[in-house]
């Protein structure tokens, strides 16, 4: 069985920084991206950001609302991904999901049915 573990989420004032950071365990798989999802109270879970790679190299995407904040990274080898988070605002509030897709799609792996494993999620609280 795989699993993805979550660490790094906090509580943080406005215009401060974290890290996040999601490692696999388990059975090992291939990944073709690894991505954050985020689900702040009374909301849908958005995509935040994913990394894809290909024997090419790596790619990745955000949503407008991070852009110029948030940094992914990942190793895809280890089938371990970070977020590094600048800048946060009271909007980024909300659970933060790891997620891995291990099959292949001719997508952006934006949307969440695209991934097949999914970590616990890490709770990220900012206060203005």
């Known amino acids: 069985q795989t699993q993805l573990v979550e660490t790094g989420g906090g509580l943080v004032q406005a215009g401060e920084s974290l890290r996040l950071s999601c490692t696999a365990s388990g059975r090992s798989f291939s990944a073709y991206a690894m991505g954050w999802f985020r689900q702040a109270p009374g909301r849908e879970r958005e995509f935040v950001a994913r990394?894809?790679?290909?024997?090419?190299?790596?790619?990745?995407d955000y949503v407008d609302s991070v852009k110029g904040r948030f940094t992914i990274s990942g190793d895809n080898a280890k089938n371990a991904v970070f977020l590094q988070m600048n800048n946060l605002n009271a909007e980024d509030t909300a659970v933060y999901y790891c997620a891995a897709a291990d099959r292949w799609y001719n997508t952006m792996y934006r949307q969440s049915n695209e991934y097949n494993y999914w970590g616990q999620g890490t709770q990220v609280t900012v206060s203005s």
């Open positions: 990394i894809m790679w290909s024997v090419s190299g790596s790619w990745t």
